[in-house]
Each structure stands twice: as C-alpha cells, then as structure tokens.
C-alpha cells in the first residue's frame, strides 16, 4: 500500500524535538501544551462524548495511562482539555512519575484542582473497565518515540491486559506510538491494538504499520507548530498542507 | 442594556491570574500559549484570511502592535499561529520590549523562524497602512487589564493615529481591552475604535461599554482554561457555559 504521508524516523523526530527548543525557542511548557490539545481535540472529533440524560448525569470516563516521559505529559495536558470542556472525566494512572520534574507535578496539580481521580494498580484498572459503558475511551499515552522494547514494570501487566482483552475493552486511543511497538519496527511480541493513532509532528514509521493494520484503524495528526523552514530540513513540507484552514488536527 | 455576561473587575482580573499560577499551577508560557491561541481563533473566524488569487500571491499581512507587558505576549502568540495556519503575515510593531524576559525574547524568536519581519516607527506603521488592501487587520494587543491611563510614549503618538484615522483603517481587534481605555471605566480620551475584542478568561468591566458603543461591534470570549472551582470563587460560573463542545472561543 503507498503511503501518504512522510515519516520521522526515531532518531529524525528526537532532532526535531531538539531543534524546536534550541533554534525554534519554543519552550517544553508550550510544546507539550500544543500536543496535548491536539490529542484532546482528536479523542473529541472521533469518540464525541456521549449524550447526558440529564444535566446531574455524570460524564463518561476517559482511563489516562499516562507514562514517564514526555508521552505522558501530553496525556496528561489531553485529560485536562477534555475535563475543562465537560467532555470526559478522566480518571488517572501514573505509576512512575519523576519527583523532580516540575512541569509533570504542575500538570498533575491541575487535574487535581479540577477533581480528577487517580487509580494506582491494575486491579483498579480491571475494576473499572469491568462496569459496562463506565469508560468511554481508554486514552495511551505511555510511551513515545524514545521507547525501545521490551515494556518494563510496572507497564508490562497493563500492557499484557490491553494487549489480551482489547476485544472487551473501549477504544484504545494512541498518542503517537502505539505502546508497546518499536517506532520503527512496529508491534513486538505485545500489541494493545489501538483503535486510533494521533501523530505528533510527523507519523514515526510505525504508523504505516498501523494504518495497514486493519481497514477500521484511525489516524490523526497533531502538533501544528512546524515552521516551513524546519519542515524543509526533515523532508516532511506534505505534512504542513494536511491541516485546512485554522484546525489543529487533521484526519489522514 | 443588560448585561448577558459576568465581569471580572481589574483588581479580581489581577488576582485570578495569580491564582491561576498558584494553586491552579499554570505556568505563564501555558497560559499565554493558550490565550493566544485563542486571540488567533476568533481573528480567524470573524476575519477569515481572503483567498489567494494564486499559490503563490503573498498572504494579507496583519500589523501586530505589541505592547510591553502580557497583552503584547499574546498578541505574539496569536501571530505565530496566524503565520503557521498561513493566514496572515504579521508585521511586528514591538518598540518596548523587555531584555531580561526570556518567554517573550523567545516569542519574537519562533515569529524571526517564520521569517516575520519588524517596523519601529510611527512613520513605518503609517506608511504600511497607506497600501491599499495591503493590512486586513489590526491587532491591537498594547495594553491588557492592568493598564492605568494616561498612555505614555513611545505609544501615545501610535493610539493618537488610530484614534483619529480609524475610519481609513483596516479593523482593529483589541486582545482583553482597547488600548487606551480604563479597564473599569472605559474610553478615555482617546479611542482607537476597535471593532473588535477578545475578552480573556473572562470580560473585564469596560466590555460591556465596547458592546453598548456601536451596533457592529464584535465580541469574543476565549482562554479556556478556568476551573470550575475557580470560577465559582470568582462569581463567573456563568463563562464556563458559553463554549460549547470543544471549542476554544465563542462569541457573545
């Protein structure tokens, strides 16, 4: 099958990362701000929220798995778009999370502050999955394009889960890798089989195994913030034209 | 006329952004990446960019007054995602700048990236707008909630020109307050006439003196990013319910 995108190899998108914070001046605040809206913005497009009966009818849930890294971070920006818009309630997971990273603290501080929950153990996980039509999304945003398999504790019974019950599950929503998979190489010996990818940027090689994955596999693309000029150095101008008028995501 | 809105005097204004960066944990960089995004929205949606006659006849420019404080930091952002959408092509006016404050020192950076060029006279501004459909807005982004009158130079001369010639001009969007006005208590001395305002987090007192100045005038909410809980302590719960889905800005 053609491709109609160009790619960000691993070691391609971890330049670019750099390049946007040293020549491009943006700060890691304004980035991962960005990314997240636009992760927000396409679980919005493609999984609305669900119809309230009543105006006391709580929201469906969103389950945030969110990573170590940067990955994470754009979950966790993506939950708090989705809470602040009334759309989904996220409830959190987020096992390993850096003590003395002050943007992750902040980002979680502000989840708090709008009465988001946290669940710290896969018993909770499975517990929550298990109450029909509870959780609307399940929202991935372990690991990114820096991730080189295999999965680590704690992330290796989770991923093991999704990876065997994705069939019963709500759709598994991917941010920019699905987790699990090698950004170059695509699925290893566990795949979570996520419905839906939103690219970051670029798509990393991956995300051509994923679209050819199955006929019902969603792609989306995020991250408007690319100049023409850096775009031109990393071979990907195609992607700049993919968004229309002022959106800040676009379906591929 | 009454009110459809609540309002945030300058003092609770002052005070919300504290708290917005205290307990609600926000970092200024997200902030303002935030209402910029917004001031681009609702410049895009009330004057979308005109279409090209062909791929390669220059974008519409969009002259950017920036002023020294906060309200200039979001008129730099809202250019930036102006320049990104390939909406307008803005034109910086940004003569008091601060040389110690890296986040707006890496504003102009990212806009330098897009290749977006500066003027620093009154002569340059004067001599831009006398090109015939050259300009299709101006964005007005001087003086924000915490500007006390009188104006005072370099800018006097700069709202003096627009205050008199405002007919001959493109318009004028204003982020948060026409400047020049009092934030409570409206037009001064001179006016700028904008046509145009995009209220911040919520509307300051003298928005409700710009939507009773002319039938045509123009009014936007945007910076989404108020809680529930905050808002309440605030008495402007009301705000938190004119967006509607995911939507970044709304008219009122």
Chains 1, 2 share one sequence.
């Not at 509870?134 to 504790?153: N, T, Y």
Request: with cysteine; net charge neutral.
């Amino acid at each position: 099958m053609s491709r109609s995108f160009k790619i960000l190899s691993a070691k391609a998108a971890a330049q670019l990362d750099k390049e946007l914070m040293s020549t491009g001046a943006f700060s890691i605040d304004q980035l991962m701000e960005l990314a997240g809206l636009a992760v927000a913005k396409a679980i919005y497009a493609e999984y609305p929220p669900r119809h309230k009966q009543t105006q006391n009818s709580p929201l469906q849930k969103i389950l945030v798995l969110v990573g170590p890294g940067n990955n994470g971070g754009d979950g966790l920006v993506a939950a708090r778009h989705l809470r602040t818009w009334g759309a989904y309630d996220p409830v959190l997971y987020y096992p390993k999370r850096s003590t003395h990273n002050q943007l992750y603290a902040n980002l979680v501080k502000q989840l708090q502050e709008l009465g988001v929950k946290e669940i710290s153990t896969l018993e909770e996980i499975k517990s929550l999955l298990s109450k029909e039509g509870e959780v609307g999304v399940i929202l991935d945003a372990l690991f990114g394009f820096s991730f080189k398999p295999p999965v680590r504790d704690p992330f290796k019974d989770v991923i093991a889960f999704l990876s065997t019950h994705h069939h019963e599950l709500p759709p598994i929503v991917s941010v920019d890798i699905p987790s699990g998979w090698d950004v170059d190489e695509g699925p290893t010996d566990v795949d979570i089989n996520a419905s839906m990818l939103i690219s970051l940027s670029a798509p990393k090689p991956c995300a051509e195994r994923f679209v050819n994955s199955g006929p019902d596999k969603k792609h989306y693309l995020g991250g408007r913030f690319i100049s023409p000029a850096i775009a031109k150095k990393y071979g990907i101008e195609d992607i700049l034209d993919k968004y229309k008028g002022d959106e800040l995501i676009t379906k591929l």
